[in-house]
Structure formats: C-alpha cells, structure tokens
C-alpha cells in the first residue's frame, strides 16, 4: 500500500489531518492533468472543486475506492470529468482539442509541450518585446538559473536595471498574451 492509499484510508476513518496530507500529495498530479484544458477553463479552480468533493466521499458511508492509487485515478477521472463539463457549460470545449486528450482518463499528462498553440502564442510575445525589456527578459528566459548580477552584467545592465526591465517585459508579454487569447495565469504557470 503506497503513503498516498494510506493517507487516504486515513482520511477516510475522519483524519483531517491525514485528508490534508492526501490533498497535498494528490494536487499537482491532479492539476497536470488539465493541463490541455488551460486555455479553456480555471483549472484552479477545479483542482479546488475536485479536493472539495473528494473530501465530501471521504466523510461519506459509499463504496469504498480500492487499488493501488486509486484514490489519485479516481481525482484524476473527477476532474477531467469536471473540466469536460465545465468547457461545455462556458461553450469553450473547441479549446481542447479531442487528440489531445488522454485515451486512458487515470494517466495524467505531464507533456509541457501539451499546447501547441500556447506555445506559439507565448513565443510571439516574446519576439514582439522591444528594447532592454526584451534582451533582459530573453537572458532569464534562456540561462535562469543564472543569478541575477551575472545575467545583468552578460547584457550590459546594472542588475537592478536589469530587474526593472524584467519587470516591464513581463507586463508587455502578460498584456499581448491577453491580447492574443491567452490568460496570464495560463502562461505563467
């Protein structure tokens, strides 16, 4: 039995505690898995709804979810199934493009090649910076893991130069990925 099944047996005999250990072990697992529904839909807030009513189940006297991680599959299918709904109600299931979505539902997508439009979009924001904003923000974007006096003075900034002008080009990337149909909190991620 693997620490997730065991937190959530736990969670399942009333463990608070246990349940917020589970969560915190199944949310980013969780939230991957949407990934190809970005652009469509909050996947935040399905991953919320998908915790909420996973502790609804495990409070209530129901069939229990056995296997190894089934608790994870069955939050995973929960919240495609949300996500699926969700698209459909706000009329954006054109968005989620059906070849990308998983054949088996339980497998979570973890590809962050998962959009190619996204990708295309955020590059074209990106060519379309200008000036110091553009050279300072392409410097973080290629070597990042560079601190930031070093990647400064590899263009020719002071770094607090160099900070500002990473600031103002993010704001000119978020604002022409709105521009172009993308949401902040999409690219961002």
């Known amino acids: 039995m693997s620490d997730i099944d065991k937190l959530w047996t736990l969670a399942c005999s009333g463990d608070g505690q246990a349940f917020g250990d589970w969560a915190g072990r199944v949310e980013r697992p969780v939230l991957l898995s949407l990934r ?15 915790l909420l009513r996973m502790w609804q189940r495990s409070q209530a006297d129901g069939p229990t979810i056995e296997g190894e ?18 698209a459909r109600k706000l009329r954006r299931e054109h968005l989620v493009q059906p070849e990308h979505i998983p054949v088996d539902p339980q497998a979570p997508r973890t590809d ?3 959009d190619p439009l996204l990708r295309r ?25 560079v601190p930031d006096a070093v990647l400064a003075n590899s263009v020719d900034m002071t770094r607090n130069t160099f900070l500002q002008n990473i600031t103002r080009g993010r704001r000119q990337l978020a604002d022409c990925l709105r521009q ?5 909190h999409e690219a961002f991620r």
């Open 36 to 50: 190809i529904f970005a652009r469509a839909i909050d996947t935040e807030g399905i991953v919320q709804e998908t």
């Open 69 to 86: 991680h089934a608790s994870l599959r069955f939050a995973v299918v929960m919240a495609r199934n949300l996500a699926l709904n969700m």
């Open 112 to 114: 962050p090649a998962s």
């Open 121 to 145: 979009i955020i590059e074209k924001c990106i060519e379309a910076l200008s000036g110091a904003a553009k050279k300072a923000l392409e410097a973080r974007l290629l070597r990042g893991h």
């Open 180 to 184: 172009n149909g993308a949401h902040e």
